[in-house]
């Protein structure tokens, strides 16, 4: 029975060697990689009018956090380079503390997500 560490081995020798040239007086040449591209926001639902976006942003945050919208502030929504729309801002947990978090819209206005920004610490 092979050692799992030489399995992992031979594979990554196996794979990193496909695409070389096999010549004595050339080096091998790696296989080309192709980076990551960048991907688009995509929302679901219907797409919100950007004056309705923070109220709506509001009414995700308190579900969310379990909380009443009224202690959800929110912040001007900002345009990014892709055509998204973005808005910033905190909710009031209490005894908890201050939290704050983004709002995610897509291209369209369809809302996205909401992603907590303050860090809880890890367990």
Request: aromatic fraction near 6%; glycine fraction near 12%.
């Amino acid at each position: 029975m092979r050692h799992p560490a030489l399995t992992a081995v031979s594979a990554v020798l196996a794979f990193g060697l496909y695409g070389c040239e096999s010549s004595s007086t050339s080096a091998p040449v790696p296989a080309q990689t192709q980076l990551p591209t960048a991907t688009a926001l995509v929302g679901s639902g219907a797409p919100i009018a950007a004056g309705n976006m923070p109220a709506f942003c509001r009414g995700e945050v308190a579900g969310q956090y379990a909380t009443k919208p009224a202690y959800v502030k929110t912040g001007t929504p900002m345009k990014q380079a892709d055509g998204s729309t973005v808005i910033d801002g905190t909710v009031d947990k209490g005894s908890e503390g201050v939290k704050t978090f983004r709002c995610r819209f897509d291209s369209n206005g369809a809302f996205v997500d909401v992603m907590a920004t303050t860090s809880d610490g890890a367990l």
